[in-house]
């Protein structure tokens, strides 16, 4: 059974950090191409980041600078460093993962981790 579990959320004020962990399991995701998405209330879900199993990475222009991805393949984790957060970061990340070469529409999705951004 696939699965890909997120932590690493919660609350933290404008201006701070934090670093989303997602583990993978059930198959082999060594060749996948790993993301985040992102989905706030109300509105559709967006791309974070994505990064494939060479470590080439893919950001939309308004996450360029903030959010970092990164992979350990060894440990079949995706991590997203998120910095000088802001209040309209706040949302359910999501991590990802396609099975097929390039970027494009997921196949795998985990269930997420809340980020809350306030004082």
């Known amino acids: 059974q696939v699965q890909l579990v997120e932590s690493g959320g919660g609350l933290v004020q404008p201006g701070g950090s934090l670093r989303l962990s997602c583990v993978a399991s059930?198959?082999?995701?060594?060749?996948?191409?790993m993301g985040w998405y992102r989905q706030a209330p109300g509105k559709q879900r967006e791309l974070v980041a994505r990064i494939t199993s060479g470590g080439l990475t893919n950001y939309p222009d308004g996450m360029k600078g903030r959010f970092t991805i990164s992979r350990d393949n060894a440990k079949n984790t995706v991590y997203l460093q998120m910095n000088d957060l802001k209040p309209e970061d706040t949302a359910v990340y999501l991590c990802?993962?396609?099975?097929?070469?390039?970027?494009?529409?997921?196949?795998?999705w985990g269930r997420g981790t809340q980020v809350t951004v306030s004082s």
């Open positions: 990802s993962a396609r099975n097929a070469l390039g970027f494009g529409p997921p196949d795998y």
């Open positions: 059930g198959r082999d995701f060594s060749r996948s191409v």
